[in-house]
């Protein structure tokens, strides 16, 4: 069978110009030989489509004179002892604090094991990696590079998709919101609610190992003037706090009547059913009443629901996604790599699963920046001991690719067209 595409291997190749920007490697050792070696083992490698460039420093001295000039620099591989017996060490201290570098990868690479302890030096201080120079083979270091600089690229990528700005149909706006607008389609989503005529696809949500269905999410859309439009449109354009409590609760009561439908067709498991929310008003007290109520309504478990939070939603209801998290709700962050959320509030947020964007799902296999992302992004989720699924997916080579990552949920037209419901 053809391996597709994204796995195939390329031999090493050296690009040039600016579409090929060298990855700055700084090699910090006192032994000349050392660079001698390392330049011939580095000569030709290549990591993603760019060449390595390998600097050399032979002192701590020389590497803080350096750095200061390239703050760029991806992966440093340094000795302990050089002009002083902890010179390395406070080199690796003069990048972290005072430079305030956390980016750059350092590898000690050290001579002398009995002047700087592994253990130790692990605990003690921020490194990426530590090896005895007696055991590298010219295979290893090759390797210790590349999986360095893979790391840097992750930690790059993701610093860049944080910046990216949010979807167009979020900040619809550009200023305040416009009032008169704001009136008119807010009678239009109470009429919507009246006569109850807003519409929900349902899209399929399939574990990516067993090819089994495991939750279906609402893809509301509202009628109005303006056309039919989708939660994320209505939040841009109005933040009346009534009205949109009123649509989440419309739309609790519609995802456990789904849910229910589900339980009563003989489904096993019956699959969980995704919602968004809308209001950003609501106390944690409220939202925690509506799910109860809309729980109870249907005679539904917690099991049966999943809530879905943009990162500064989750944030403000904190409580009420613990207290419905104990219901058995799962929680799902929605947009991540749109919004800054960094690692600490993560791992506060504490969610069930994180969603990867379309943005960073469509043609993954073609667009190298957005599978480094996204496969950051999986991997982040199962260091955290949370599930991680992805959005849009649309042909059979980006589904092969989430399989192959190890992605545990996915959804879109390669797996499951959405279905009026």
């Given at each position: 069978?053809?391996?597709?595409?994204?796995?195939?291997?390329?031999?090493?190749?050296?690009?040039?110009?600016?579409?090929?920007?060298?990855?700055?490697?700084?090699?910090?050792?006192?032994?000349?030989?050392?660079?001698?070696?390392?330049?011939?083992?580095?000569?030709?490698?290549?990591?993603?489509?760019?060449?390595?460039?390998?600097?050399?420093?032979?002192?701590?001295?020389?590497?803080?004179?350096?750095?200061?000039?390239?703050?760029?620099?991806?992966?440093?591989?340094?000795?302990?002892?050089?002009?002083?017996?902890?010179?390395?060490?406070?080199?690796?201290?003069?990048?972290?604090?005072?430079?305030?570098?956390?980016?750059?990868?350092?590898?000690?690479?050290?001579?002398?094991?009995?002047?700087?302890?592994?253990?130790?030096?692990?605990?003690?201080?921020?490194?990426?990696?530590?090896?005895?120079?007696?055991?590298?083979?010219?295979?290893?270091?090759?390797?210790?590079?590349?999986?360095?600089?893979?790391?840097?690229?992750?930690?790059?990528?993701?610093?860049?998709?944080?910046?990216?700005?949010?979807?167009?149909?979020?900040?619809?706006?550009?200023?305040?919101?416009?009032?008169?607008?704001?009136?008119?389609?807010?009678?239009?989503?109470?009429?919507?609610?009246?006569?109850?005529?807003?519409?929900?696809?349902?899209?399929?949500?399939?574990?990516l190992a067993s090819s089994a269905l495991k939750g279906v999410e609402m893809k509301p859309v509202w009628p109005t003037k303006e056309g039919a439009l989708p939660p994320e449109r209505i939040a841009a354009l109005t933040d009346d706090p009534?009205?949109?409590?009123?649509?989440?609760?419309?739309?609790?009561?519609?995802?456990?009547?789904?849910?229910?439908?589900?339980?009563?067709?003989?489904?096993?498991?019956?699959?969980?059913?995704?919602?968004?929310?809308?209001?950003?008003?609501?106390?944690?007290?409220?939202?925690?009443?509506?799910?109860?109520?809309?729980?109870?309504?249907?005679?539904?478990?917690?099991?049966?629901?999943?809530?879905?939070?943009?990162?500064?939603?989750?944030?403000?209801?904190?409580?009420?996604?613990?207290?419905?998290?104990?219901?058995?709700?799962?929680?799902?962050?929605?947009?991540?790599?749109?919004?800054?959320?960094?690692?600490?509030?993560?791992?506060?947020?504490?969610?069930?699963?994180?969603?990867?964007?379309?943005?960073?799902?469509?043609?993954?296999?073609?667009?190298?920046?957005?599978?480094?992302?996204?496969?950051?992004?999986?991997?982040?989720?199962?260091?955290?001991?949370?599930?991680?699924?992805?959005?849009?997916?649309?042909?059979?080579?980006?589904?092969?690719?989430?399989?192959?990552?190890?992605?545990?949920?996915?959804?879109?037209?390669?797996?499951?067209?959405?279905?009026?419901?």
């Amino acid at each position: 069978m053809t391996a597709p595409s994204w796995l195939r291997a390329e031999p090493p190749r050296t690009l040039t110009g600016p579409q090929a920007p060298p990855w700055h490697v700084l090699l910090v050792d006192d032994a000349p030989e050392i660079h001698e070696v390392t330049r011939l083992v580095l000569a030709d490698a290549a990591f993603a489509g760019r060449p390595i460039e390998l600097s050399s420093a032979l002192s701590a001295a020389e590497a803080r004179a350096y750095l200061a000039a390239h703050p760029g620099t991806a992966l440093i591989l340094l000795d302990v002892v050089m002009e002083a017996d902890d010179a390395g060490l406070e080199l690796v201290r003069h990048i972290r604090d005072t430079l305030g570098d956390h980016d750059v990868q350092i590898i000690l690479r050290t001579g002398q094991p009995g002047m700087a302890p592994e253990r130790e030096v692990i605990t003690r201080y921020e490194i990426n990696g530590y090896f005895l120079k007696t055991e590298l083979t010219a295979q290893k270091l090759t390797s210790i590079v590349v999986t360095g600089l893979r790391t840097y690229e992750t930690i790059m990528a993701l610093r860049r998709a944080r910046t990216l700005a949010t979807l167009p149909a979020i900040n619809d706006t550009d200023g305040p919101i416009d009032r008169e607008r704001e009136r008119n389609l807010r009678a239009d989503l109470e009429a919507a609610l009246r006569a109850d005529t807003w519409i929900v696809h349902a899209l399929p949500q399939i574990d990516l190992a067993s090819s089994a269905l495991k939750g279906v999410e609402m893809k509301p859309v509202w009628p109005t003037k303006e056309g039919a439009l989708p939660p994320e449109r209505i939040a841009a354009l109005t933040d009346d706090p009534a009205l949109l409590l009123s649509l989440d609760e419309a739309m609790l009561r519609r995802a456990c009547m789904i849910a229910r439908a589900c339980r009563d067709s003989g489904e096993t498991p019956a699959p969980r059913v995704s919602m968004p929310l809308l209001s950003k008003h609501s106390s944690d007290a409220q939202l925690i009443a509506m799910v109860k109520a809309s729980l109870a309504e249907a005679k539904l478990h917690g099991d049966a629901l999943d809530l879905q939070f943009s990162g500064a939603l989750l944030d403000a209801r904190r409580e009420a996604a613990r207290a419905l998290q104990a219901l058995g709700v799962s929680i799902t962050l929605v947009d991540f790599g749109l919004e800054r959320i960094s690692l600490l509030d993560l791992q506060a947020l504490r969610p069930n699963r994180i969603k990867i964007h379309s943005k960073f799902v469509s043609d993954v296999t073609h667009q190298h920046e957005r599978a480094v992302v996204a496969r950051a992004i999986v991997a982040l989720a199962h260091t955290l001991g949370v599930s991680a699924i992805a959005d849009g997916v649309s042909d059979s080579e980006d589904l092969q690719f989430f399989r192959w990552e190890g992605c545990d949920l996915g959804q879109g037209d390669a797996l499951a067209a959405a279905r009026r419901v």
